[in-house]
């Protein structure tokens, strides 16, 4: 891993964000240092990556990542995704992503209209984003999924663009937890570079606080991809 | 009186002392004549409006605890010098503190918001956790979990149907966009409780022992800053009178706004941040949040636990309704908002802070020479009192108590006539028909809707036996918590049935691998007024409080919420006990289930044939009475000592309690939250039926590996504690003695189907 070794990677804390301590945490455990962004400043701090983690940014008011994808960190981190820079949209991350135009589709209510909080059995559609090199398609994983508004949502022309292009990152199996179409959890810009998904791989680091260590894979991947960068 | 369109004149200080005889509407604020005649004699002249409303909400039974004091001064008698040496705060401060090592210290407590969630069931449980989480952060802890205990009328009724969704998802909604880990609590469905639901809610907070905090105003020229949301006219009331007319008595009610509050978590996540961050820079001298009676409480509080006056100038506060009287200010119970005494050099920084979280905060007084809380408006004084008559110095009451004679109908009532299943196919029947039934039934439907997993540390949390969380990342020191009440063991005993309560609470902490530490307590029960619901209450104090003593843990706090009935109909007395735990390694606790195939099961305690009171009389029969299990202090005790020495030690692969449903339903949870079936043999010498649906207490169902498990069973023997080898984790059925084995499949149906099939499937 010497090739990763002092990889700075990003965590954005937005007012109402709840997982930055976990997106860290897990950041830590993949061997990189965490560096705290916040929501209010026009500076990335010269990060190799970057982490939009999940909560209620704004108390998910007026929709939920709306506000959040017009704070000023977030013209910055458009502007990195521009370039390449690997970025991760984790729940509420992953709204904010959709919102702010750098991942297609939207997230609306669960169609049980439930919170729902679950360890979720995911497939691993694609290794080939930045964020999930260290995968193998086809793998199975379990991540806890904890949302409301995890229904992901987009026109046919768009689904078919994701499937034609491999850009469905994550799949549920075992159940649709939350009626998204194409039982889709995650899905990839089209350079693989954005990745956004529903569940939580930051909660599923240690056996001792999640129901497995699947989703460390998520933050090693991207030590690779960002020294390839 | 004046109309509603325009802001009437106060009633100044001067303006009641020159109108001695002016009528008040002290009975609709819920004041008794005497009570009244009392704070004229205080003043030495009639109380303004504003002075009406405070006293009226501070000396409410919820604020003043009037019924309850003369009983609750008994845990402090029982309370002895070496319980109190690991706690550094307790009853009368927001929560009670523990020192759990390591310079850590950890806060917690429960509360109920009973009345609210059943009126308004989203908003009121909602509340009821912004609330007790405002109650932790005033210590100076983070806090770091939260559990809600919920009792509700029959699950198939229609009531249960409107009020139960509406609170699980009030309590997900505002705990799920606060980031704190739901990690336990209870959901009950009794009779008892329809009209009137319990919704109880707990938190747990830590810090550094040095960063503890207490309510007190000190220090002459200290400011007083009102922080967090803006004041409405929200929650007017609440406290006294649910659905009070607005307080200037011209009774139009146009400005009425629901007396329940309303909820805004956003707000409140802000908050905490923003209130953590003024803690580490070191910039408040004393810190009250507002709940019950808004800022009436939190400026009598803070200047009554001071050394000096204050004055607050209403003017300042920051109002979100135009026209709002003085009483209204005072007694609007507007959410996430918290008061704080700076130094007048630290102000600066501490409005930067609020700045950089876009907090509003705003100087509204500060901390004066003398003894008087003076409060103006619009230039004029309208409020002058001694703040301790407000706070502390309100009535009390020696309400009459006396055992009613229905009691002795109830204990004569035993459950021996019962006709009891004997056919090994019965019995079968009977497991299944109990493990689908309301309360013994799997939660997830509830706890599913609650986020445990956010900041990372939940080691444990539902279907455990207790929520478990990492305190600190680089020792792996953390807490366990349970909260538990049968209350129908209650009914029958209420000195045992609150022991009871105690006990479980205790062995679920043990059980999860912690050295049960304190407890803390929310005791619902009936009108004050009927002495048989006193007889009642005080029955269950001095059970907890004896129990407490026995078992050497002390009460750090609590609440007590009267009033919960329906008509002339009490409400089961429901003591609910809450327990925390301390674990050096959380990497230690242990989980419920079965998991390891071969590992030995072994039943610890001891069996009786006790049904007074149990889940199999209220499911199959509808019946309460008799007398509940006994209860043995001592050997519950040494039970938790084995157990929390054996699971430091890592011999335990699981261990579950025995309580509720008795054997059979502690082998039907541990099987399915494990995933592993299990073969056994009932303990020899003991009816089939006893030893499955027996509810003795003091027992736990736990798993070793093969290897350990003579060795085991020495050590429990030389513990005092009896140990019986039931047979082996494995397979996928649970095979009992010469009962038809039950596939894991059919069990898993009956368990987890009852929930989704009475309020809908959360998935689709």
Redesign the interface.
């Known amino acids: 891993m010497s090739e990763t070794a002092g990889m700075r990677i990003g965590v954005i804390t937005f007012p109402g964000t709840l997982d930055d301590v976990d997106a860290a945490r897990a950041v830590r455990y993949a061997g990189a240092e965490p560096v705290a962004l916040w929501h209010g400043d026009h500076d990335l701090r010269g990060v190799d990556a970057v982490v939009v983690p999940g909560g209620f940014s704004y108390g998910d008011y007026l929709r939920a990542g709306a506000i959040a994808s017009l704070a000023p960190i977030m013209t910055e981190v458009i502007d990195g995704a521009r370039r390449g820079l690997p970025v991760l949209g984790i729940c509420n991350g992953f709204q904010i992503l959709c919102e702010a135009g750098l991942l297609p589709g939207a997230l609306v209510r669960n169609a049980g209209l439930h919170f729902v909080c679950r360890d979720q059995r995911l497939r691993v559609e694609s290794a080939a984003t930045a964020w999930t090199s260290r995968y193998t398609a086809g793998d199975e994983i379990v991540v806890p999924l904890k949302s409301g508004e995890g229904r992901y949502v987009a026109d046919a022309a768009t689904l078919g663009e994701l499937e034609a292009e491999g850009r469905v990152v994550f799949r549920y199996t075992g159940g649709n937890p939350n009626g998204a179409m194409s039982d889709i959890a995650g899905v990839a810009s089209a350079d693989g570079r954005v990745v956004g998904l529903m569940p939580h791989p930051e909660h599923a680091i240690d056996a001792l606080t999640g129901p497995s260590t699947d989703g460390l894979g998520l933050f090693t991947s991207v030590l690779t991809a960002a020294a390839m960068a | 009186m004046v109309p509603d369109t325009v802001t009437p004149p106060a009633d100044t200080v001067e303006h009641a002392a020159a109108s001695p005889d002016q009528p008040q509407p002290y009975r609709e604020l819920g004041l008794k004549d005497d009570e009244y005649a009392r704070i004229r004699e205080i003043l030495g002249r009639r109380p303004t409006d504003a002075e009406l409303a405070m006293y009226s909400v501070m000396w409410s039974e919820h604020c003043s605890y009037k019924s309850s004091k003369v009983h609750l001064k008994y845990f402090g008698e029982t309370t002895t010098e070496a319980m109190r040496e690991k706690m550094l705060a307790g009853i009368g401060e927001n929560a009670g503190v523990v020192d759990v090592g390591d310079g850590w210290a950890v806060t917690f407590k429960v509360e109920s918001h009973n009345h609210p969630s059943y009126v308004e069931p989203y908003q009121g449980a909602a509340t009821g956790v912004g609330g007790i989480v405002r109650d932790i952060m005033a210590m100076g802890a983070r806090p770091i979990a939260v559990a809600d205990p919920l009792r509700f009328g029959p699950a198939d009724a229609p009531d249960t149907a409107r009020v139960l969704p509406g609170v699980v ?1 009030g309590v ?2 505002y705990g ?4 704190l880990p739901n990690v336990g609590g209870e959901v009950v469905f009794d009779e008892g409780y329809a009209g009137n639901p319990l919704v109880n809610a707990l938190c747990v907070g830590s810090m550094r022992v040095e960063d503890l905090h207490l309510a007190f105003a000190s220090g002459t020229g200290n400011k007083i800053i009102l922080f967090g949301a803006r004041t409405g006219l929200d929650g007017i009331g609440g406290v006294s009178v649910l659905a009070s007319e607005t307080f200037d008595g011209s009774g139009t009610g146009q400005k009425k706004l629901p007396s329940v509050q309303v909820g ?4 409140e ?2 908050l905490i941040e923003c209130c953590l961050e003024l803690f580490h820079a070191g910039l408040v001298v004393g810190i009250q949040d507002l709940g019950g009676a808004g800022l009436s409480c939190a400026t009598s509080e803070l200047a009554s636990a001071g050394d000096g006056g204050m004055h607050i100038d209403l003017d300042a506060v920051p109002l979100r309704a135009t026209g709002m009287t003085p009483a209204e200010i005072l007694s609007s119970e507007s959410q996430e908002r918290m008061c704080a005494v700076v130094r007048p050099e630290d102000v600066d920084a501490f409005m930067a802070v609020c700045r950089k ?2 907090t509003l905060a705003t100087v509204i007084g500060e901390v004066t020479d003398g003894d008087r809380l003076v409060i103006t408006w619009h230039g004029e004084t309208v409020v002058d009192v001694p703040p301790r008559t407000v706070a502390h110095d309100g009535p009390v009451y020696h309400r009459p108590v006396e055992r009613s004679a229905t009691q002795d109908a109830l204990i004569a009532d035993s459950p021996d006539a019962l006709p009891r299943p004997a056919a090994p196919s019965e019995l079968r029947d009977e497991i299944l028909r109990m493990a689908a039934s309301p309360n013994l039934c799997s939660r997830a439907w509830v ?13 444990s949390a539902q279907p455990a036996d207790a929520g478990v969380v ?1 305190i600190d ?1 680089s020792t792996g020191r953390g807490i366990a918590v349970a909260t538990d009440c049968n209350a129908r063991f209650v009914a029958l005993d209420p000195y045992t049935g609150a022991q009871l309560a105690l006990a479980e609470a205790y062995r679920n902490v043990a059980t999860s691998g912690a050295v049960p530490a304190a407890v803390t307590n929310c005791l619902n029960f009936g009108s004050p007024e009927d002495p048989h619901v006193m007889w009642q209450f005080s029955e269950a104090v001095r059970g907890l409080a004896d129990g407490c003593a026995a078992l050497g843990i002390p009460v750090t706090g609590g609440n007590v919420s009267f009033y919960n009935q329906t008509g002339d109909r009490a409400i089961l007395p429901t003591p609910v006990i809450g327990v925390l735990g301390v674990i050096d390694d ?2 230690r606790r242990v989980r419920s289930g079965f998991t390891g195939e071969g590992d030995v099961v072994v039943l610890l305690g001891t069996t009786a044939d006790e049904l007074g009171g149990s889940e199999w009389a209220h499911v199959v029969h509808g019946h309460l009475g008799g007398r509940p299990p006994a209860v043995d202090l001592a050997a519950e005790q040494r039970l938790g000592a084995l157990l929390a020495a054996a699971a430091a030690d890592g011999v335990l692969t699981g261990s579950h309690d025995v309580s509720d449903g008795g054997l059979a339903q502690a082998l039907v949870e541990a099987s399915l939250v494990g995933g592993c079936g299990a073969a056994v043999e009932l303990p020899a010498g003991l009816d089939p039926f006893v030893a499955l649906f027996s509810e003795s207490a003091g027992r736990a169902l736990v798993t070793v590996a093969a290897s350990d498990a003579d060795a085991f069973l020495v050590r429990a023997a030389e513990a005092g504690v009896p140990g019986v080898r039931l047979g082996t984790v494995g397979g996928d059925s649970l095979a009992i003695t010469d009962l038809p084995a039950i596939p894991l499949g059919e069990l898993r149906a009956a368990w987890e189907g009852t929930l989704p099939a009475l309020f ?5």
């Open positions: 998802s997900g909604g799920n966009c606060l980031g805004d978590p956003f707000t996540k802000v979280w876009d706890t599913d809707q609650y986020d445990r997993y956010v900041r990372g540390n939940t080691a990492r990342e959380v990497a809908g499937s959360a998935t689709d």
